[in-house]
């Protein structure tokens, strides 16, 4: 069953802005992680943050992590249209070895 | 950018069918899962090997059947199709614990008709 749900579903900014989204999670976790998909192919992993980590940066990507609250949220700064793209919040739940997934969230960044 | 490739691409089959799809992950990723992804929806978890064993399963009848072989590649069985099972197959692949991210490959589109 999905455990991720990512709050807003769909998102348009225009280029330059910056972009958040967020997830929540009922169970305790191992690890979070983020995933982009395009047009419906495959998952490109963007970041893993572990249970005992509250922020991770990539790039233009900013992680945080809040167990007490079971949320997450992502953070893109400077959008490109590139960033167009189906975002995804997984959860490896502690004690178990899988992804669980949520729903996703568009973004459409607008040039 | 990905070092996991799915064949084929796209596949039509009729209801009752069966049908076989295939991954080839990276050499020494020996942890593959498969997803499965309706439109619209995120991936949901159909079964995980490590090591040529399965060792996790999601919420999926057993005419769902997988194999993973020593070269990396591995193999995901669909018995008797019902039309529910058109989706977006992925393949998924790691080295490492559950601490590493995964590579997905681009998967499958699965009609069936």
């Known amino acids: 069953s999905q455990q991720g749900e990512e709050d807003p579903q769909a998102l348009s900014i225009q280029e330059g802005e910056n972009a958040t989204m967020n997830c929540s999670y009922k169970t305790s976790i191992n690890n979070l992680q983020w995933y982009r998909q395009n047009s419906g192919r495959g998952l490109v992993h963007l970041i893993l943050i572990r249970s005992n980590e509250r922020e991770k940066h990539s790039g233009r990507l900013r992680v945080t992590l809040d167990t007490s609250k079971k949320s997450s949220s992502l953070l893109i700064t400077a959008s490109r249209a590139a960033d167009t793209a189906s975002y995804f919040c997984?959860?490896?739940?502690?004690?178990?070895?899988?992804?669980?997934f949520g729903k996703g969230n568009q973004v459409v960044v607008i040039p | 950018e990905t070092g996991v490739t799915q064949s084929p691409t796209h596949l039509i089959k009729t209801r009752g069918q069966q049908v076989t799809l295939r991954c080839s992950s990276q050499?020494?990723?020996?942890?593959v899962s498969w997803y499965q992804q309706a439109l619209g929806q995120g991936p949901q978890f159909i079964f995980q090997y490590y090591r040529e064993e399965e060792n996790g399963r999601g919420n999926f009848p057993p005419r769902f059947s997988g194999l993973q072989f020593p070269n990396y590649s591995s193999e995901l069985n669909v018995n008797a199709l019902e039309l529910d099972d058109s989706a977006l197959y992925l393949c998924a692949s790691r080295t490492g614990g559950m601490g590493y991210g995964y590579t997905f490959g681009s998967g499958t589109r699965l009609t069936v008709v």
């Open positions: 997984a959860t490896v739940p502690y004690g178990n070895n899988r992804l669980a």
């Open positions: 050499s020494g990723h020996n942890t």
